[in-house]
């Protein structure tokens, strides 16, 4: 599929045939999403293939997503990894600054391009994927569940398989409200905002399956109204990651 054309159908699919993934397809695509760009070639990242049907099943408890890995190909947790850089470090008797909010920015965006990276080969072979941010819902029993040592947490989880279907793709906001040429201009958003809400509630609408009544502002208001996983700043301190 032109490359082009693959970015611009992509979907989370959350049900799948059960049909299970090669490991030798889950290696081609771990390969594949190595390649991604990394801050100083740090590769501030690693991903638990989860085979286990036991761990599986919790992940998907404590994620609140537990029906799509009973039907996913393969399930992943990705973790931001500073410990593999640590160890590095002691082998030239170097105690490495892993704990500050630089280093936290460099571990995100480096499992996020890494996982990108792998949700294009996936999805260029034809397999469908859904980013679980729920696994940080409950991180602290993730990372117990998974050993996850001291200098590692986990940003999200992950299925992969083959679709029973394939959904809509979701509008995206206008180029407009994202492209800013020279300075940032805030003026823009009334009118854009407005245009999009017009556009998103006729997606809602007629969408071939939960249809619903709304509008993307609305959505975003009712979900950023309260802090979310207040206690994630605690948790990556338990990490090592103190934000100094």
């Not at 693959?6 to 490991?23: A, D, F, N, P």
């Not at 081609?28 to 590769?43: C, G, K, P, R, Y």
Request: net charge negative; hydrophobic share 40%; charged share 25%.
């Amino acid at each position: 599929m032109e490359t082009r054309e693959l970015l611009r159908s992509h979907s989370s699919v959350r049900k799948y045939t059960g049909e299970q993934i090669s490991k030798e397809t889950v290696i081609d695509l771990i390969e594949t999403a190595q390649m991604a760009a990394s801050s100083h070639f740090v590769q501030g990242y690693s991903v638990i293939w989860v085979t286990d049907e036991d761990k599986k099943k919790k992940l998907g408890e404590l994620s609140k997503n537990e029906f799509q890995f009973g039907t996913a190909g393969a399930s992943f947790l990705f973790c931001v990894d500073f410990k593999r850089l640590q160890v590095a470090g002691k082998m030239h008797g170097v105690d490495i600054v892993a704990d500050s909010a630089e280093n936290v920015l460099v571990g995100v965006a480096d499992v996020s391009l890494f996982a990108q990276n792998f949700v294009v080969a996936a999805e260029a072979l034809g397999y469908g994927i859904c980013y679980i941010g729920g696994a940080r819902t409950n991180p602290k029993e993730i990372s117990e569940l998974f050993n996850l040592p001291e200098y590692v947490f986990p940003l999200f989880a992950m299925t992969i398989g083959t679709p029973t279907k394939r959904n809509e793709t979701k509008p995206r906001l206008p180029v407009d409200a994202v492209l800013h040429e020279n300075s940032y201009d805030v003026e823009k958003y009334d009118t854009l905002l407005a245009e999009y809400d017009a556009t998103m509630e006729n997606y809602y609408a007629s969408r071939s399956s939960n249809q619903k009544m709304a509008t993307w502002t609305k959505q975003m208001a009712d979900f950023l109204i309260d802090q979310k996983r207040p206690f994630i700043k605690d948790f990556l301190a338990s990490q090592g990651f103190t934000w100094k």
